[in-house]
């Protein structure tokens, strides 16, 4: 996909080739290249958090908590799942800070850094057994640092993308960073389905769920090697030209720009709260519940999240074409409306509607998400872009997703699934009510 992208000139204050920080020369990158590391930062970044969000339905409860009722294991793994969310927004205001006022292409180098060490040492956490109460400790934390990588990570890819894009294809290049979560999540996915295909139970508890967080290490260093070849985008070059950056980007947003903030949270919610019911709830509840071998359940979510890439790039073009607020107000009414359809779908036990229900989930998921890399950053000007669009994303984070899995739970155990599906119509409709008040960015020009 990414080779069909015209290398189209635009506007830019390069010559052929910049200097980076260490005065080498690093030639102007061809759109394509900016399509791909906005891309692929945020599909490992992604991968390393999705393989987290599975292990913590499958396995974290049991390895880290001391042995009890196994409901209590599930709720205490779900909530470490939801203590990065809480630290995303810290990581948006740091890495958003040096953003706007030093960069973009440094800021999102040290965020997948950040990012990357967590997660491989995570994997290297010794379990409940071996340091009793502080393991939970340590996995905390360094779910914490997670979150706080991430965190820094969508803004700057987002601007990445749409600071380079001419401006009738803003909606287009902010679907790559879009795309990169569902590709994230595939790769995750197949990681934990292999494991489960070649290894037994116990070898999987005692050391095959940590494969996954040891190969992130690879994928980031890729990573890394992508971005350090990038220069500046266009716009935050022109701003520093002009002596455009502010002191305290955060002071300046949260005085001045706090009402798109709100909004866009709250229009994020319903992104987030579909894709954690679906990968993290449903995972939990129908290996546990309804007795699916996790092979299989696995194998559904493959199944599903390929219709969240196939939408992904439509739902994309679609806004640039008829604007970012009636794509996402349909698609908002269609999510408050498959919320009502998780419980007979789910309750089936059969994996044909089961798998239907996964990929209408995800596949509204994409819908309503690829927008958003556009949508977010044109709320703000530049100067307190990179702040103002991560805060405003990983807001929304904590609102849809941070407790998401925990809340299902416990609606489940009260009330049994039609109240989960309820929660889900819910989220879907504060984010239709927020996109409604939210202005409409299609023909902003910077």
């Not at 991968?47 to 292990?55: K, L, Q, R």
């Not at 599903?304 to 008829?322: E, G, Q, R």
């Not at 995800?362 to 949508?375: D, I, K, Q, S």
Request: proline content about 5%; glycine content about 8%.
């Amino acid at each position: 996909m990414l080779m069909h992208i015209r290398n189209k000139p635009h506007n830019k204050p390069f010559e052929s080739h910049t200097l980076n920080n260490q005065n080498l020369p690093v030639r102007s990158p061809s759109t394509t290249h900016i399509a791909f590391a906005s891309f692929i930062g945020t599909a490992i970044e992604f991968y390393d958090f999705y393989i987290y969000a599975m292990a913590s339905a499958l396995v974290i409860g049991q390895v880290f908590f001391p042995a009890s009722d196994p409901a209590v294991q599930a709720l205490s793994a779900f909530l470490t799942f939801g203590i990065a969310f809480i630290a995303r927004p810290l990581g948006a205001i740091v890495f958003g800070h040096f953003g706007d006022r030093i960069g973009r292409k440094a800021t999102l180098a040290a965020s997948l850094l950040l990012m990357g060490i967590s997660t491989l040492l995570i994997g290297c956490l010794p379990g409940y057994e071996t340091l009793g109460t502080w393991a939970a400790v340590l996995l905390c934390l360094l779910r914490f640092g997670q979150g706080l990588g991430l965190g820094g990570e969508w803004g700057g890819a987002a601007l990445l993308a749409t600071e380079n894009a001419p401006a009738d294809k803003r909606g287009w290049f902010g679907m790559f960073p879009q795309l990169g979560p569902s590709i994230g999540f595939l790769l995750a996915t197949l990681s934990f389905l292999a494991l489960t295909l070649y290894l037994s139970e116990d070898e999987f508890k005692a050391w095959g769920w940590r494969i996954p967080f040891f190969a992130s290490a690879l994928l980031v260093l890729l990573g890394l090697y992508v971005r350090f070849r990038l220069a500046e985008t266009p716009a935050f070059a022109k701003a520093l030209q002009q002596h455009q950056t502010l002191k305290t980007p955060i002071k300046s947003l949260l005085s001045e720009h706090w009402r798109p903030v709100l909004l866009g949270a709250l229009a994020m919610t319903v992104c987030y709260n579909l894709f954690y019911t679906a990968t993290v709830f449903c995972l939990s509840f129908g290996t546990k519940a309804l007795n699916i071998p996790r092979a299989d359940f696995l194998q559904m979510l493959c199944i599903a999240v390929l219709f969240m890439a196939v939408i992904t790039p439509v739902s994309a073009n679609l806004s640039d074409k008829f604007g970012r607020k009636p794509v996402l107000l349909v698609s908002c009414f269609l999510a408050v409306l498959a919320g009502f359809t998780l419980s007979p779908l789910m309750a089936s036990g059969s994996s044909f509607l089961i798998t239907l229900f996964l990929a209408i989930a995800l596949l509204l998921m994409g819908a309503t998400f690829a927008p958003m890399g556009a949508f977010l950053p044109e709320q703000f000007p530049v100067a307190v872009r990179y702040t103002g669009a991560g805060l405003s994303y990983n807001l929304g984070g904590i609102l849809g997703a941070s407790t998401a899995p925990f809340i299902s739970q416990l609606l489940v155990d009260k009330g049994g699934l039609a109240w989960v599906g309820y929660y889900v119509s819910t989220m879907a409709l504060v984010s239709f009510v927020a996109v409604m008040l939210m202005k409409e960015t299609v023909d902003v020009k910077n």
